[in-house]
């Protein structure tokens, strides 16, 4: 059969061993998909926000290279984020705020909604008042609130980052929360939302992340995803990553095999990465979605090997 191209709507395809890595074209303007950011700014974030100027090497001393601008640890991060994310943004704006901020911990500071296309005029220094306690509660809920003010302008979709560096205050409210959310997306009174969680540095308890977003609703699956930043300068990239993987293209679907059997359900959302398993001998797979089938030929396997090994070479 040789190497099969991936077929609208799919953008890149992957077979081996039987199983199937599938990527959908997505288009957020399409999707109404509404962004937002939310730093963490509790007490522990203070050397983060702290301003300093990167000293200039004995070279640049020498020539009398001018002095490099004062910066943050974070500050690039969230223009790095702002920049990307404002591109799968429905109208290229993103919401921006700190949250466990003020004496409570349980504050949330909105600095408004920012273009990507002009990050580097946007400062961000930190809350006027880090937070004695990392309450995340509060910050879900201005989500919340905000997003259902934007499906009045056009909103369909919603998706948060939220980094954090520490242990949360309130987990059990995080996982209540949780739940009312998911229980008014499934009755159709909020649109469909992800929330995608960046722990950060060796306090972060990942235990407690994981515990978070293993959580699976009836009829909306997983809200959340998680993974874990050794260092604050790593937290852009994987952010990216993230958000890529968990895209939401529909509001579900199924994977058919060429026999008419069904091979995976996505009950809540339809993902723009879909992974699953063929039986052996299985030359195809049709996506239903929307009352619409997409069927995708599969490359022969030993034929996918043989490409490989090619590469391999070159």
């Keep these: 059969m040789g190497h099969e191209k991936p077929v609208e709507p ?8 039987g199983k199937v890595h599938a990527v959908l074209l997505h288009d957020p303007t399409v999707e109404g998909l509404d962004m937002a950011i939310y730093m963490d700014a509790s007490g522990s974030m203070k050397e983060e926000y702290t301003y300093t100027r990167p000293k200039r090497s004995f070279l640049e001393w020498l020539q009398d290279a001018p002095l490099k601008e004062e910066s943050n640890q974070v500050e690039p991060q969230v223009r790095w984020m702002l920049e990307y994310l404002a591109t799968k943004d429905r109208n290229g704006l993103l919401r921006v705020a700190y949250w466990a901020c003020g004496t ?5 500071d909105v600095l408004g909604e920012y273009k990507g296309t002009d990050v580097k005029t946007h400062r961000f220094p930190g809350p006027q008042r880090l937070g004695n306690y990392t309450y995340l509660e509060p910050a879900l809920r201005d989500y919340v609130s905000y997003l259902k003010e934007q499906v009045g302008q056009g909103a369909r979709r919603g998706c948060a980052v939220i980094v954090t560096d520490g242990r949360l205050n309130d987990a059990e409210e995080v996982k209540k929360f949780s739940a009312k959310v998911a229980k008014d997306i499934a009755s159709g009174k909020l649109p469909r939302l992800n929330f995608v969680l960046v722990g950060v540095g060796d306090n972060v308890d990942e235990e407690q992340l994981e515990d978070i977003a293993h959580q ?11 993974r874990i930043a050794e260092e604050i300068t790593q937290v852009a990239e994987l952010v990216a990553v993230l958000v890529d993987e968990n895209m939401t293209v529909a509001a579900g679907g199924t994977i058919y095999g060429d026999k008419g059997q069904v091979l995976k359900t996505y009950e809540g959302r339809l993902p723009a990465v879909l992974e699953f398993e063929v039986p052996e001998g299985t030359k195809s797979f049709t996506l239903e979605v929307n009352g619409q089938r997409f069927t995708q030929p599969l490359p022969d396997e030993d034929d996918h090997h043989d490409e490989d090994e090619d590469e391999d070479h070159h």
């Design 10 to 17: 799919f953008s890149d395809l992957h077979f081996e061993d």
């Design 216 to 226: 699976e609703f009836p009829g909306v699956g997983h809200l959340w995803c998680h």
């Design 104 to 108: 409570s911990g349980r504050d949330v």
